[in-house]
Structure formats: structure tokens, C-alpha cells
């Protein structure tokens, strides 16, 4: 959906529209449409399109349902309004171009401090949630595609090219993606990024496999103080280590070059027993579901959530199916390039090897 269509269903002015060209006389109408579109926007941090009501609106509002409608269309109109509203709040911080330095890590450094920047906003947190929970809403998956993530794909796609000219074709737009999915999923789940500018300028630099004669691209520091403070603390809990993923225990957590992966306690469960076998057949699998009370038949479903959750954050596959027999673990390597297995260390002692 372009911002034309988004204007007209909305019957609201297209994003970028200067404040000048409201008339006075409009102004009290556009108060009261703020105050609507606010009270949407909240009771839509709690709840999805199919609960969401005028009626709701209107008593959160302070106005009535007739207001509203003379408004908004119809309940649809003022979603689609309400999370237009979102965009215009971080879009301007989205970078849409970069001269550039001569230097991959700078240039990915900058690209990622500004990415970083519009994605961790709360406005763009909760048109996230509501692309992701809104399912049925197919416009508004598009909507974020054309209005967010392709923008930071061509750029980042341009950076990549200009370092790596000779790179096969489709790589760069590949990585480009990954890079992407990666600072979406580090500003996704708190208040703070779990990836800083210079973490993921070494970590899509490794990826492309760019050369790096003056070793600039150097190993990151602990993404905050809480990560350092962590990171002193040798005793906190038992660990498996394979190239890319690191996953604790006690409850299981499973983290992919320092992001969260967020599994199902029974998703954690069965990744973390073929990431600590290597391979598993599928009766130890299914003697694991009925363990825990789910039936066998969910298996598959299992299998293809784990899969969906990796890639979400740019991640590749880490199981393969081995026919007729089960399950057997893709070891990814790490930002330095290792696939070393760790078993029962330490996170601090895994991260100083």
C-alpha cells in the first residue's frame, strides 16, 4: 500500500504533509483526531485487530462514537490511521543514503548507529508487534516492507556492493537481508539494543568474508555494562557452545552471535537436545514431546517454528533432516569464523577461548 492509498483510506493528510496547509478553521478537528489516534495506539499496545473497537476508542478518547466515525471510515480506517501514525513518528531517523568513507567497518558502523537509532523507538516496536500479531492484515506486512525494511535493505545492499565488487551475484542482497533481519531482532525485545554499531559492523563484515589487511575489523566489546557484568561471573550457568549459537541452561536460553532466539520452553528443549547431540532420531525426538505431554503429530510444526524464529533474526538453518532417520545440527560459524563445540564451560571462559 502506497502513502496515496494509505491517504485516501484513512482520510487523513499523506505522511509528510507540511503543517502549513491546514486551514485554521481545521485545527480543533485535527486536535480531536490526535486524541483518537492516541487512544488507538493504546489500547492497540495491548490488543490486536479483531478486539479492537470505535467504542474502545471513543471512551478512551473522552469523545463520542458519532466523532470517531465522522472521522475515520470505519474501524479499519482508523488502524490502518493509527499505525501510519506509528511511521511518521521514526522514519525521518531511517538512513536512506551514505556517501560513504572508503572504509567498510566505518561505513557499516554509521549504517547500523542510525538504523539502530529509528528501529529501537517504540513506535517502531509496536508497528512491529502489530505486523507480526495482525497476521490477517496483509496490507500492513507490506506496508512495513516498502516503508522500512527495503529502504535499510538497498542501502545496506549498496554499502556491501561498493566493499565487495566482485562478490557473486545476489550475495550482498542476501547479506543485506540477514544484516536487516539481525538490527530488527536486537531492538525487538528491551528498552536498549542488544547490539551496538560496532558489534554488528564486525559481525556482517565477517559474513561477507571481506578481507581485512589492517585488521580493523576487531572483535567487539561487551554490547553494555550489564553484558560486561555478566561476563565476570564464570559460575552463573552450565553452557553449550557450537560455532554461532551459545545455549544456557536452567531454563534453557538460546542466544545466535549474542541474540536472543525466542523459543518455547519445549522449542528450547528439542533445539538444545540436537545442538548437544549433533544428530537425533526421531524416537529420542518424539519420546521428548510425550515427556512433555504434547502429542507427536505437532512435531513438524515444532521443527518448522524453530526454523521460522532463526531466520527472523538473519540466522541460517541450524537442523537438517536427515530422512527416514531425524534430526541432525547445521553448525554456523561464529563472527571469527569458528564452529568449536564448548560443553559444560563457562559463558566467561567460552568468550575468552
Not at 471513543?58 to 501514525?85: H, K, M
Not at 508487534?129 to 512495513?144: I, K, P
Not at 565487495?164 to 525487538?188: I, K, N
Not at 565476570?232 to 551459545?246: N, T
Request: include cysteine; aromatic fraction near 6%; charge should be neutral.
Amino acid at each position: 500500500m502506497n502513502a496515496t492509498n494509505l491517504s485516501r483510506m484513512t482520510g487523513a493528510p499523506m505522511i509528510g504533509t507540511p503543517a502549513g496547509d491546514v486551514a485554521p478553521g481545521e485545527l480543533r478537528t485535527l486536535g480531536t483526531r490526535r486524541s483518537i489516534l492516541a487512544a488507538a495506539r493504546e489500547l492497540l499496545r495491548a490488543e490486536g485487530h479483531q478486539s479492537f473497537s470505535m467504542e474502545g476508542v471513543a471512551a478512551l478518547a473522552g469523545v463520542t462514537r458519532r466523532t470517531v466515525c465522522n472521522l475515520f471510515p470505519g474501524r479499519d480506517s482508523l488502524y490502518c490511521a493509527s499505525r501510519a501514525d506509528l511511521l511518521r513518528e521514526f522514519e525521518h531517523l531511517l538512513p536512506l543514503d551514505g556517501a560513504g568513507s572508503g572504509a567498510l567497518r566505518t561505513d557499516l558502523e554509521d549504517f547500523g548507529r542510525r538504523a539502530l537509532a529509528a528501529l529501537a523507538t517504540n513506535a517502531h516496536r509496536e508497528l512491529l508487534a502489530s505486523v507480526r500479531r495482525d497476521a490477517a492484515m496483509s496490507w500492513l506486512a507490506g506496508f512495513y516492507q516498502d516503508r522500512v525494511e527495503q529502504p535499510l535493505c538497498r542501502l545496506l545492499e549498496e554499502i556491501l556492493a561498493r566493499h565487495a565488487p566482485d562478490s557473486a551475484s545476489g550475495h550482498c542482497t542476501a547479506q543485506a537481508a540477514s544484516g536487516v533481519a539481525l538490527l530488527r531482532a536486537a531492538t525487538g525485545e528491551t528498552d536498549a539494543p542488544t547490539l551496538g554499531p560496532h558489534e554488528f559492523a564486525w559481525l556482517v563484515a565477517a559474513r561477507l568474508g571481506a578481507s581485512d589487511p589492517e585488521g580493523t575489523i576487531e572483535e567487539p566489546p561487551p554490547a553494555d555494562a550489564e553484558s560486561a557484568k555478566t561476563s565476570l561471573q564464570p559460575e552463573r550457568r552450565p553452557m553449550i557452545r557450537r560455532g554461532a549459537v551459545a545455549i544456557t541452561f536452567d531454563p534453557v536460553d538460546v542466544r545466535w552471535n549474542g541474540v536472543r532466539v525466542a523459543l518455547s520452553p519445549l522449542e528450547g528443549q528439542l533445539f538444545a537436545l540436537v545442538a548437544q547431540r549433533g544428530r537425533v532420531p526421531w524416537a529420542d525426538i518424539d519420546r521428548l514431546l510425550d515427556v512433555r505431554h504434547s502429542r507427536t503429530n505437532s512435531r513438524e510444526v515444532l521443527i518448522f517454528r524453530l526454523r521460522r524464529k532463526f531466520a527472523e533474526i538473519g540466522a541460517g538453518d541450524p537442523l537438517e533432516t536427515v530422512r527416514g532417520w531425524g534430526l541432525r545440527f547445521r553448525t554456523e560459524p561464529d563472527a571469527r569464523g569458528s564452529r568449536t563445540l564448548w560443553i559444560g564451560v563457562s559463558e566467561a571462559d567460552a568468550a575468552d577461548r
